[in-house]
């Protein structure tokens, strides 16, 4: 089974560019999620999909960031116009829904980022 | 104070000693608590998720909570030069099933396991 796929792996462009990031979660994975880990700092979060809805975008840092994920499968991330404080890991995660009256439990399964530098 | 918190190491171990790792967390409402493995360049892997006071063990990995005194540690048995990588300890603070997973993130323990 294939895991949670992301690209680019890399991307390195200039201030005042726009990026987009994709994020294929794993097949039947209604729950899709964001993470960012700037340099020196803690891995943090920025959004969480249930299947083709916001549930929570209180990590957002601000309206440069657009999240999108059009019919519940994959997700995109568009950063626009870049800063240079954008640069970092941006992690996707992906888990199964919980059931009802259940805790969801937390296990994410996370690919391994796409990296983006911006100059 | 950071909501999560863990020494950055590195922390040395010679193989086949235990690693211990800690983590201490803010939050008194945190619900679950986790451990993920993350190699340089990869994506984190998670080895150990627990809930409840107690020790948890699952091959040579123990993971021990107490909610009172809010830590989580992680214990590596018998330690291979595989281990080596960053723990990250991860804490759900919210709890019910429409908190889904946001996860805090310490900022990672790094481990070395020498021969």
């Known amino acids: 089974e294939a895991g949670v796929t992301q690209f680019p792996s890399h991307s390195v462009i200039e201030k005042g560019q726009t990026v987009t990031l994709r994020c294929d979660p794993i097949s039947g994975h209604d729950n899709l999620y964001w993470y960012r880990r700037v340099m020196g700092k803690e891995i943090k979060f920025l959004l969480h999909?249930?299947?083709?809805?916001?549930?929570?975008e209180s990590g957002m840092p601000n309206n440069r960031f657009l999240a999108e994920r059009t019919g519940g499968t994959y997700s995109t991330l568009k950063v626009q116009p870049a800063e240079l404080e954008d640069s970092g890991v941006y992690f996707c995660?992906?888990?199964?829904?919980?059931?009802?009256?259940?805790?969801?439990?937390?296990?994410?399964?996370f690919g391994e980022g796409s990296r983006l530098t911006v100059l | 104070q950071k909501e999560v918190e863990q020494n950055s190491g590195p922390l040395s171990v010679p193989e086949g000693a235990i690693a211990s790792l800690n983590c201490t967390y803010s939050d008194r409402g945190s619900q679950s608590f986790f451990w993920y493995r993350q190699y340089s360049g990869k994506s984190p892997e998670l080895i150990m998720s627990?809930?409840?006071?107690g020790d948890k063990e699952d091959g040579r990995f123990t993971a021990q909570l107490n909610k009172a005194s809010q830590y989580v540690s992680l214990l590596i048995r018998d330690s291979q030069p595989s281990d080596s990588a960053t723990y990250l300890c991860a804490v759900n603070i919210k709890g019910g099933k429409a908190a889904g997973n946001k996860l805090t993130f310490g900022g990672g323990t790094r481990v070395l396991v020498k021969p």
């Open positions: 999909f249930v299947k083709e809805s916001k549930q929570d």
């Open positions: 627990i809930y409840s006071n």
């Open positions: 995660a992906s888990s199964q829904a919980g059931t009802s009256g259940k805790f969801h439990t937390g296990e994410l399964f």
